[in-house]
Structure formats: structure tokens, C-alpha cells
């Protein structure tokens, strides 16, 4: 989470709202109970002993708070998607098809195109 604000003032909003979610700052003594390995980055420590890169203070939870807020995080885009692209895709679909009398379905199937095969 950002630690700075653009100043480089010391800006502790964003950790505190990550706090209040369940996710604590990873104190840079703690790192190797993360599995990070501090000699081969380059993070530093910072003033208050957490491990930071730039103005990012690196944060962990435990995964049952991260697994939460996972979900919560999908479901939320699950919603956005349906109000901001398919709600008004089926109207405009809807609405084509009332003027022409067409069939014309809305399909919710996303390929993801492999850059590599070109698929």
C-alpha cells in the first residue's frame, strides 16, 4: 500500500484502510516467515521497520482475510461488468431487435487470445 503521499511525506491512509481490512504491515524482521528473501530485492527498511519499496509499505494477511477480500473484490466486478457492459449491451441488443425483428442474442463467452499460438 502507499505509505507517501506524491510530496514524500509520510502518508499512513491507505495502510490503515488495509488494516482495518485485516492485512498488517510486514515488518522487515518477519520477512522470511512471508518466504521473502530481503537480500535478493530491493526493498528497504523504513523508519517505522516495515519493508518497503519506494513509497509502498508491503502488507500480508493471513489467507482466510485475503481469500475474503478475494471474493469480495470478484463479486464486485461481477457486478460492475453486469451494470457497465452486458446490462447495456442487452438493451442496445434489445432494442435492434424490437426495430428489425432480428434474433440477435447476446453472448457472454470471452476467448482469451494466447499471443504466443496466435489462437
Do not use: C
Not at 510486514?26 to 526493498?43: F, P, T
Amino acid at each position: 500500500m502507499r505509505g507517501q503521499a506524491a510530496s514524500g511525506d509520510a502518508d499512513g491512509r491507505k495502510v490503515a484502510e488495509w488494516r482495518a481490512k485485516g492485512y498488517l504491515p510486514v515488518k522487515w524482521e518477519d520477512a522470511d516467515k512471508y518466504g521473502i528473501d530481503l537480500e535478493s530485492s530491493a526493498a528497504v527498511k523504513g523508519p517505522d521497520g516495515t519493508v518497503r519499496l519506494g513509497d509502498v509499505v508491503l502488507m500480508a494477511a493471513p489467507a482466510k482475510v485475503a481469500a475474503t477480500h478475494y471474493r469480495r473484490q470478484r463479486e464486485q466486478t461481477a457486478e460492475q461488468e453486469e451494470l457497465r457492459v452486458y446490462g447495456p449491451m442487452q438493451e442496445a441488443v434489445d432494442s435492434y431487435n424490437r426495430r428489425t425483428g432480428d434474433k440477435t442474442e447476446v453472448i457472454r463467452e470471452v476467448e482469451v487470445m494466447d499471443k504466443k499460438s496466435k489462437k
